[in-house]
Every structure is written in C-alpha cells, then in structure tokens.
C-alpha cells in the first residue's frame, strides 16, 4: 500500500522533473504538480470539492518572485492555508534550507510530517520520507534530528531572543534596559540583562555577544 493522490509544489522545473521521477518510482500514479504556492492552494481547494482529495502534498519551502504575483510568498504560508482546508493531510518538505531552527518550527509550528534536505543522496532520502511518512511516521535524516536535538537542548526563551536580536540590531548592551523599559518588558536592569547574555554564552560555550548572534542566526533564531 502506499499514497494515491500527491500533489508536488516546486518552483525550479528540474527539480519539480526530479521528485516527478521519484514519486513514479514508487509506482504512485495519480500525482499533479505546480510551480507556484497559490496554484498549489487551488488544486487543494479543487480536489476537496470533487471528493478526490490528495494524501500528501511535497512542498519547497522557498519560492522565486518572478512576474506573476503571489499571495503566498512561500511554502510555510502556503502549508498554514492548506492545513486550514485540509488538516489531515501529509506534509513533506523537500528543501534546501539547513538552519536547525526554521526546519524545528516547521514540525512545532505546521505539524509537518518530514523534511528531506536537497542535496546529495536527496531522492533515495525522499523515498525513504514518502514511506515512513505513509506509515504514520515523522521522518527526519540523522544529521537533521543530531541538530535540532542540539537545539533543544537548550531552550531559548521569548526574553533570550528579544536580548540577542537587539544586539544583532547594533544595540550596545549598555542600551538594551532602556528599550525594554520603554515596551515594558522585565527584567529590565543593566545587571540582569549582563547576567543572562553571560549565562547563554557559557551554556553554549561562546565567547563572546558576537559569536552569540551569529549562533542564533544559524539556527534561525532570529
């Protein structure tokens, strides 16, 4: 047994061709794809109004602008809109994207059911995700789960990131008690404040506020 109705929503044409041909190989015949998020809501919108809708939808993350305008400019907004229509639907995403954070919020956030990195090895990779995502798994690849679980090992609160992405901002760490101050947010001390941003660099072994923007900007923190 396996999927019958899939929908690939890929805007680079060689790609969209290459899941195409993966998705055949699994010998799934009913398959539609679009190469663009608003295109792909309508196929949701139309197979649900015929009672044929799809089991799966796989989805870069990602989309180009070009000439033709968008309402959904990417695969996150367009997998919130069809999650509306449709919640039970299978969810897959097949992108380049590597931050650790950004692909966590997609399962936290959108309920995902597996993420596929392009890149080497990426079509046995997609193969694998279509199977164990048929089978009532999340699928994530090894190197993937080792980073978010890294991630999460550590959790980043609302006030951590507010600190950190006012210094990504050029904020001197001497000024960041007045803007909190000034949108109510506590604690607002000059010591608290070095307090914390001390602790997170030594949890996380970093020297310095510097290298702790550029941390959480890998992970997509901020």
């Given at each position: 047994m396996m999927f019958k109705k899939i929908l690939i929503a890929e805007d680079h044409e060689i790609i969209n061709l290459s899941v195409q041909r993966t998705v055949q190989d699994?010998?799934?015949?009913?398959?539609?794809?679009?190469?663009?998020?608003?295109?792909?809501l309508e196929k949701i919108k139309k197979a649900l109004r015929e009672n044929t809708p799809y089991d799966l939808i796989i989805t870069d993350l990602y989309y180009d602008d070009d000439h033709r305008p968008q309402n959904l400019k990417n695969g996150k907004e367009m997998i919130a809109a069809v999650k509306q229509l449709q919640p039970e639907i299978k969810v897959i995403f097949f992108s380049a994207e590597h931050k650790s954070g950004v692909i966590d919020s997609l399962f936290t956030e959108l309920n995902i059911d597996g993420f596929v990195r392009k890149?080497?090895?990426?079509?046995?990779?997609?193969?694998?995700?279509?199977?164990?995502?048929?089978?009532?798994?999340?699928?994530?690849s090894l190197d993937l789960k080792q980073d978010i679980k890294k991630l999460n090992s550590f959790e980043f609160s609302t006030y951590d990131i507010t600190l950190v992405s006012l210094l990504s901002q050029g904020v001197f760490q001497k000024n960041i008690p007045t803007f909190l101050q000034n949108n109510n947010i506590k604690p607002n001390s000059l010591s608290s404040i070095e307090k914390r941003l001390t602790h997170l660099k030594e949890e996380l072994k970093i020297n310095n506020n510097e290298q702790l923007v550029a941390f959480c900007k890998d992970l997509g923190l901020i």
């Open positions: 699994l010998e799934i015949a009913d398959t539609d794809h679009v190469f663009y998020c608003d295109d792909a890149g080497r090895n990426d079509a046995k990779e997609l193969k694998k995700a279509i199977d164990t995502v048929f089978n009532n798994e999340k699928y994530l």
